[in-house]
């Protein structure tokens, strides 16, 4: 059953990743006046809004808007610095696997947006799957060491679980792998 919890997941997040890599960009006012003829693409600024979205299927979950609430808490607090809140959005495991210095380094210059909830799912135990995809901006020295990259893509199963009445983001197995890719 791990085998093929980690197959799938691996296979959503590669077409997921496929999806991303091959889709093509919305024209929402992002593109250049055009110079003499000519037509000019300004990037994309990355990482992004900071706002959680949801996909249709993901919104038509019965737990669409508190699984919304608790990521956009979580993404807010990392990108604010606030140690604090973060641990008001994670489970006590993971509050005391990572100290307020700790957790303080390792975000100290991530900067995360994009953020887009594709699919929720029951799991065991009453737990729910997520699987959410975002972009992340860091300094290189930041980055991941086999990933050294200024801007990447992340998608990844979050798993979610019910502590003190909240849905909390739970630790995340040590046998998953997200996919990521610069940007």
Avoid: K
Wanted: some cysteine; glycine content about 8%.
């Amino acid at each position: 059953m791990p085998v093929l919890v980690v197959v799938v997941s691996l296979t959503i997040g590669g077409g997921l990743l496929a999806r991303e890599l091959y889709h093509l960009p919305d024209d929402d006012g992002d593109a250049a006046a055009p110079a003499q003829g000519t037509s000019v693409r300004v990037p994309r600024e990355e990482p992004g809004s900071a706002q959680v979205e949801l996909t249709p299927d993901a919104a038509a979950h019965p737990e669409s808007e508190p699984v919304r609430t608790v990521l956009q808490e979580h993404f807010d607090a990392i990108n604010g610095r606030d140690y604090d809140q973060w641990t008001t959005t994670v489970v006590a495991a993971r509050v005391q696997a990572q100290s307020r210095r700790t957790w303080l380094t390792n975000y100290r210059s991530t900067r995360d947006g994009g953020i887009r909830v594709y699919r929720i799912e029951a799991a065991p135990e009453g737990r729910l799957r997520v699987l959410v995809g975002f972009t992340s901006t860091q300094d290189i020295v930041d980055a991941p060491p086999d990933l050294p990259e200024h801007c990447i893509r992340w998608w990844l199963g979050l798993p979610l679980t019910r502590e003190s009445g909240e849905w909390r983001v739970d630790t995340v197995p040590t046998d998953a792998s997200p996919v990521r890719a610069p940007c």
